[in-house]
């Protein structure tokens, strides 16, 4: 046996006993931070990390088997997604008188000829049925019921009478 060949073989011995260790090492790290982003739970966290440390590379196999499927991110935005779904659900208008889908600028439903908004008389823009002046160019309206009729006894649209808003507006005019 040639001399420094002890040596040599040590040397091997000493490389590959660290280098396992440091691939177990990077499993147990590996593993603990892959529970992190699928876990809250501390506990399972440090469990996780102590199975990879006692059963080595198997360890590590049975952890990726049985692990959470989604991370915390995966979760949370599918929940987000699931919130927008649901919010424009929510947001599409539906008729009031028969429950069919309608658009946010018609004026009556298609379905039922219910009447759903009406156009300003002075600037054409869309207003709810109940409101008796347009926030666009605050013109006195002709005002419809929530059912859908034409209010005779309102109050508040006869033209002698100067609409509200108008002596308001003045009045903050004067005072600046
Ligand atoms: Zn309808
Ligand atoms: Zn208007």
């Known amino acids: 046996m040639p ?37 809250r739970d501390p506990l399972a966290h440090l469990l996780v990390a102590i199975i990879v440390f006692l059963l080595n590379a198997p360890g590590l196999f049975i952890y990726i088997l049985l692990r959470p499927r989604a991370t915390l991110s995966e979760t949370y935005e599918r929940s987000l997604e699931e919130e927008a779904l649901l919010q424009e659900i929510e947001e599409r208008p539906t008729c009031p008188a028969c429950g069919q889908r309608v658009q946010h600028d018609w004026q009556a439903c298609p379905h039922c000829h219910h009447r759903l908004k009406k156009a300003c008389v002075n600037c054409d823009y869309l207003l709810e ?13 002709v005002n419809y019921t929530s059912d859908g009729t034409i209010a005779t006894n309102s109050r508040h649209v006869k033209p002698s ?11 903050s005019q004067q005072v600046e």
């Not at 049925?129 to 309206?141: A, D, G």
């Open 3 to 39: 001399a420094g060949f002890d040596d040599i073989l040590l040397v091997a011995i000493v490389f590959v006993v660290v280098m396992l260790a440091a691939f177990w090492l990077a499993m147990i790290i590996w593993a603990y931070r892959d529970m992190r982003s699928r876990s």
């Open 129 to 141: 049925l109940p409101w008796n002046i347009c926030p666009r160019c605050t013109t006195s309206q």
């Open 161 to 171: 009478e100067p609409a509200p808003i108008d002596a308001k507006w003045v009045a």
